[in-house]
């Protein structure tokens, strides 16, 4: 009997030491804290936004190049335009990876253009005069400003051909304008004149990732500016003046070379910790 109750005593005694030691376990060693959060910087901009640069040379193109009003034995026999250069900036979104917006503004320089005519009985016998010529020459220039959609179609090696369309406004203006008559060689001159209309334009080109965030690019580009006129030309007596010289259908084709700066993602907000830990 003393045998059995000092063996309970010590059973006693043991769990009681046990249990002392894991509440010391628990005391010395509290449970980890949470995972920390971590703030994401500031973005001033969303993560499709980009800007863009471009900068190329445009092939002008026209219907014909003459004067208005029209006069009775006067005829338009030959025109031409030089090319010219532009520089542009823009901004736009992407959307995803096959769809992206842009809005651009551009500079075009002046260009020469001029167009030759002749007059007389030759043209229509019921002009009343002797026949001649004049040679009229002047500058175009401006801006043109689009809102453009484009479709990328695929990356394969860094390479993404795309298509795309604009439609907007250009301010044209036509300036130092000059009739120099061919058999006198008397000469005058007319006024300076702005056009703002619709312009639009259709894209096809190919992007290159030079980093995750800079594209560059290279595109083909028609754009379609509409018809134009000078000032008024004057003349010292009366006769055909005054008039204005018409550009009928004006038209370029542009190749473009250009960067894109694509705004990185925001980085992770929450850096996940461990959720349990064991004993």
């Not at 008039?243 to 992770?268: E, M, N, Q, T, W």
Request: glycine share 14%; proline share 6%.
């Amino acid at each position: 009997m003393l045998r059995f109750k000092t063996l309970c005593l010590a059973g006693i005694a043991a769990t009681l030491s046990a249990g002392g030691a894991f509440a010391a376990d628990m005391i010395g060693h509290p449970p980890p804290p949470p995972p920390p959060m971590v703030h994401a910087p500031p973005l001033d901009v969303g993560s499709g936004f980009y800007l863009r640069g471009d900068l190329g040379a445009g092939i002008y193109g026209h219907d014909k190049i003459d004067t208005r009003p029209s006069l009775l034995g006067l005829r338009s026999i030959d025109s031409s335009m030089e090319g010219t250069g532009f520089l542009g900036v823009g901004a736009g979104y992407q959307f995803n990876s096959f769809l992206r917006t842009d809005a651009t503004i551009e500079y075009r320089l002046a260009s020469k253009h001029s167009h030759t005519d002749t007059y007389g009985p030759h043209v229509d016998p019921r002009y009343v005069g002797a026949s001649g010529g004049n040679y009229i020459s002047g500058k175009i220039g401006g801006f043109v400003g689009l809102a453009n959609v484009y479709v990328d179609l695929g990356t394969w090696h860094r390479i993404t051909p795309f298509v795309g369309a604009g439609i907007g406004f250009s301010s044209m203006t036509m300036s130092d304008t000059r009739d120099i008559n061919v058999v006198s060689g008397a000469s005058v001159r007319g006024q300076d004149r702005t056009r703002t209309q619709l312009a639009w334009a259709v894209h096809a080109g190919l992007g290159y990732d030079l980093t995750s965030n800079l594209k560059a690019e290279v595109a083909y580009r028609y754009l379609h500016l509409g018809d134009q006129y000078s000032g008024n030309v004057t003349c010292p007596t009366a006769g055909s003046c005054p008039y204005r010289v018409k550009i009928s259908g004006l038209h370029s084709h542009d190749i473009k070379f250009g960067l894109r700066y694509v705004f990185a993602d925001a980085p992770v907000a929450y850096a996940p910790g461990p959720l349990m830990r064991k004993y």
